[in-house]
T-cell receptor
Framework: LAKTTQPISMDSYEGQEVNITCSHN???????ITWYQQFPSQGPRFIIQ???TKVTNEVASLFIPADRKSSTLSLPRVSLSDTAVYYC?????????????FGPGTRLSVLP | KAGVTQTPRYLIKTRGQQVTLSCSPISGHRSVSWYQQTPGQGLQFLFE???????NKGNFPGRFSGRQFSNSRSEMNVSTLELGDSALYLCASSLEREQFFGPGTRLTVL
């Protein structure tokens, strides 16, 4: 399983773009990169998933360089409601015997 | 399409008792995983079931067990509860590469 490293916490202001980078040096060929958002006392919510280059959906973008040893979650124009913990996971759910290991995540605080 | 549902949402038990938590996955999802989340240890993987068979298991004592039924619904059981078992228990169902979590069951052991 690829180990991931993220900043423990980040602060931002409303309306700014936030970029959270995750390092995963041991990523395997079949691994995908998935980001989750979690609010207190709720289950993690799937944000975005990618394999390489760039993926964009209605809430975020995910940038993955060619070597895939890191990835960056980009949240455009954050609001107070984006204050949450963000987890980066690396793995391939399709592989039998695989399970995901959650790190401590990045605690994002959005200030007014 | 309905999301992952977990029942009950809140539970209070006393030490020594046992508890059973239930999880209904998203329709069509055959894989169900269970996680324990505490402030001190974060999100920890308990086990995963696929087609009624335990496929993966985390590093938890045998007091924690689970099962999956033919309709993919899953139950988790904790016997001889300890104070340290107080946590948010999360269930997640998976299809292909995407895993979706339920709202969790908050278990308090007194």
């Amino acid at each position: 399983l690829a180990k991931t490293t993220q900043p423990i916490s980040m602060d931002s202001y409303e309306g700014q773009e936030v970029n959270i980078t995750c390092s995963h040096n041991n990523i395997a060929t079949n691994d995908y990169i998935t980001w989750y958002q979690q609010f207190p006392s709720q289950g993690p919510r799937f944000i975005i998933q990618g394999y390489k280059t760039k993926v964009t959906n209605e809430v975020a973008s995910l940038f993955i360089p060619a070597d895939r040893k890191s990835s960056t979650l980009s949240l455009p124009r954050v609001s107070l409601s984006d204050t949450a913990v963000y987890y980066c996971l690396v793995g391939d759910l399709r592989n039998y015997g695989q399970n995901f290991v959650f790190g401590p995540g990045t605690r994002l605080s959005v200030l007014p | 399409k309905a999301g992952v549902t977990q029942t009950p949402r809140y539970l209070i038990k006393t030490r020594g008792q046992q508890v059973t938590l239930s999880c209904s996955p998203i329709s069509g999802h055959r894989s169900v995983s269970w996680y324990q989340q505490t402030p001190g240890q974060g999100l920890q993987f308990l086990f995963e079931y696929f087609s009624e068979t335990q496929r993966n298991k985390g590093n938890f004592p045998g007091r924690f067990s689970g099962r999956q039924f033919s309709n993919s619904r899953s139950e988790m059981n904790v016997s001889t509860l300890e104070l340290g078992d107080s946590a948010l228990y999360l269930c997640a169902s998976s299809l292909e590469r995407e895993q979706f979590f339920g709202p969790g069951t908050r278990l308090t052991v007194l």
